[in-house]
């Protein structure tokens, strides 16, 4: 079987893959539950391949990233539930039906974008699937909270920042980001606390307040906290490594180093970036 840049080439790869005694035995045994931590990982890495500008890094991850869709895809076929083809057909759906201004006829495309319009949209879809998994006897996963729809599935940062989206779509929101500062302050001072009180549960619940309060300053200031907090990192990973060629310049190991010979090359590397 050779290489293409027909999907159906990829499609028939995992066809292959998943059959039964010719196929794959470790791609045989996977399941949708098996799978989803795959899944999560080619996004951060497509994510990585965006915030060090590596095009060429972010074609092969997007590739993988494709391959989850299939893989998952393929299961679904497999027990009649969907294939790849309801997938595009999905998403095509969707991507139309919420841009009336850009494909809808000509009276829609000169009206625009209106107001609210996406959000009335979005509320429709979901009317309509609630309705589609009655009739097919599934029971509906939406919870009856305003922000129950927010995925339990997201990493703690973003779902954060989406529960306070959602919540100042109506009106239960900061003004400003100044009072934020206050907060954050108030939450240090909980948490300066409990840990004096040596209670570690409350320490981490007021160390969740803390991080929540975080997300809240750089959502009112436009930072994005994944992007921010993967920024940092790097920052350390970088200064860091610094610290090990230069001690590995003087023929020292790294393990053998006194924390003070490696703060001093840690405020050196500081006053390089």
Known sequence: ?????????????????????????????????SIAPYTLEEAFEVADAIE???????????????????FHARMAEEIDAFDFGDVVQAITNKMIRRHPHVFGDEQ??????????WDKIKAE???????????????????????DDVPHGFPALMRALKLQQKAAKVGFDWSEAAPILDKIEEEIAELRHEIASGDTERAKD???????AMVN?????????????RGTNEKFRSRFHFIERKLSERGQPLEDATLDEMEELWIAAKGRT
């Open 1 to 33: 079987m050779k290489p293409s840049r027909d999907i159906a080439r990829l499609l028939d790869i995992m066809a292959a893959l998943r059959t039964p005694v010719t196929g794959c035995p470790w791609d045989i045994e996977q399941t949708f539950r």
């Open 52 to 70: 060090r500008d590596d095009l060429d890094d972010l074609r092969e991850e997007l590739g993988d990233l494709l391959l989850q869709v299939v």
């Open 108 to 117: 829609a495309r000169g009206a625009g974008m209106a107001k609210g319009m």
């Open 125 to 147: 879809e979901k009317r309509e699937r609630r309705e589609r998994r009655s009739e097919l006897g599934l029971t509906s996963h939406e919870a009856a909270g305003y922000l």
């Open 206 to 212: 007021e160390y969740g307040d803390l991080l929540f």
């Open 217 to 229: 300053l750089g959502r009112h200031l436009d930072l994005e906290p994944e992007s921010a907090l």
